[in-house]
């Protein structure tokens, strides 16, 4: 048996009809880009999350830079996140003209440790950007409180994050603003590249509807200084057909969750740490060993393929060694990226082959 770490081959052979329509029906419209496939996913994946506004994109990392822009977020402006995130998280901001700042995580959830964040506020910091990793939020109570004595704002980044919640809030309604990736990976992906910027002000969502497009609100006239940041009907169609099925996705992703805790509680792993403030959405399974790269090569052995989300933090990769930071910084952080890996884990993976991956491990372990 091989278990990748992740395929939608599946997912497309189950639905291929109803994909392959998804497409033909924008192709057959005429409207290809800023149609009403697009509006229609805004209408629906707003009201699903429970914003008032939404903002389609071209991909999640563009919705970061620019609803930092929507913010008023630039040049010499520090932002607050850590360092255990996606490079995109950390690129957006070094994108706006912005300092990236890190905190570190909490050494059991992964998260950003709101406990940290009051130390790293500077008078030029402007806004904190909590990034729900893994599939579970933030502990955002606190950091309300730290943002609001600031006087910051909060930007979302909801990229793993979708359907998760925080004391019966959807992630990415809580912030000022807030974005996610629709790349195929994610809990809610598509069949190539999109994202999403949700908010509840009406001024935020004509200003990123500018900055998605050029900076303008009628074609050909710039009221301001944009960029081209469109979400395409072919993905929306696609997000579309997909997105009533969200829960689903979820419950089955908690589903396997509840198979690898059953399987695996009696081993030496230290399995994924669920807070009780929300409800995980499991978009990664992160178990963490101190033998964690022997793990990994034995289990590809056995043609199972883990990964590692992430394997440098950002502040000791080259391309970020001008942010001044060290080795040593964030030891939390640099303590996980050594000794955690990722199990397979998306909603087509059957029980049979999730038992498979417990049976190989409980036999790497007790080697
Ligand atoms: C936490 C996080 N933020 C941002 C992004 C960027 O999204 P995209 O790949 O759609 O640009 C990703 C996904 O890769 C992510 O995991």
Redesign the pocket.
Same mark, same amino acid.
């Not at 991909?59 to 970061?64: E, K, M």
């Not at 974005?179 to 790349?183: L, V």
């Given at each position: 048996m091989e278990v990748k770490v992740w395929s939608y081959l599946k997912e497309y052979e189950t639905n291929k009809e109803e994909i392959i329509k998804a497409i033909t029906d924008v192709l057959e419209s005429g409207v290809l880009i800023l149609g009403e496939k697009g509006r229609e996913l805004e209408r629906q994946y707003s009201k699903y999350i429970g914003t008032k506004y939404a903002v389609g994109c071209d991909?999640?990392?563009?919705?970061?830079v620019l609803a930092l822009r929507a913010l008023g977020v630039g040049e010499g402006d520090e932002v607050i996140t850590v360092s255990n /995130?996606?490079?995109?998280?950390v690129s957006?901001i070094v994108t706006t003209g912005a300092i990236p700042v890190f905190v570190d995580i909490n050494p059991r959830t992964y998260l950003m440790d709101v406990t940290k964040l009051e130390a790293a506020i500077t008078p030029k910091t402007k806004c904190i950007v909590p990034?729900?990793?893994f599939g579970q939020c933030v502990d955002m109570d606190p950091l309300f409180e730290v943002a609001k004595k600031h006087n910051l704002f909060v930007l979302e980044?909801v990229?793993?994050a979708q359907g998760a919640e925080y004391k019966g809030k959807k992630a990415g309604s809580m912030g000022n603003i807030s974005?996610?990736?629709?790349?195929p /990976?994610?809990i809610l992906g598509t069949y190539g590249?999109?994202?999403m910027v949700n908010m509840n002000s009406k001024e935020l969502h004509d200003k990123m509807k500018r900055l998605r497009f050029y900076g303008a609100e009628t074609t050909y006239y710039a009221q301001e200084q944009g960029y081209n940041s469109r979400l395409d009907e072919i993905h929306a169609s696609i997000l579309l057909t997909k997105l009533p099925h969200i829960e689903e996705y979820i419950n089955r992703r908690r589903e396997i969750a509840a198979i690898y805790d059953r399987e695996l509680a009696d081993t030496s792993l230290i399995l994924p740490f669920v807070e009780d403030y929300g409800k995980h959405a499991y978009y990664l399974y992160v178990i963490r060993h101190q033998k964690r790269d022997e793990i990994i090569t034995k289990l590809k052995e056995n043609n199972i393929f883990a990964n590692i989300?992430y394997p440098w933090p950002i502040h000791t990769m080259t391309g970020y060694q001008y942010l001044g930071y060290k080795e040593g910084d964030f030891p939390e952080t640099e303590a996980a990226a050594k000794e955690i890996l990722s199990l397979p884990m998306y909603p087509t993976l059957s029980n049979e082959e999730v038992m498979y991956v417990c049976e190989v491990i409980h036999k790497i372990l007790n080697e």
């Open positions: 991909n999640g990392t563009n919705a970061i /995130t996606a490079i995109p998280t957006a990034v729900h990793i980044d990229a793993q974005t996610t990736s629709f790349y /990976t994610k590249d999109g994202g989300s």
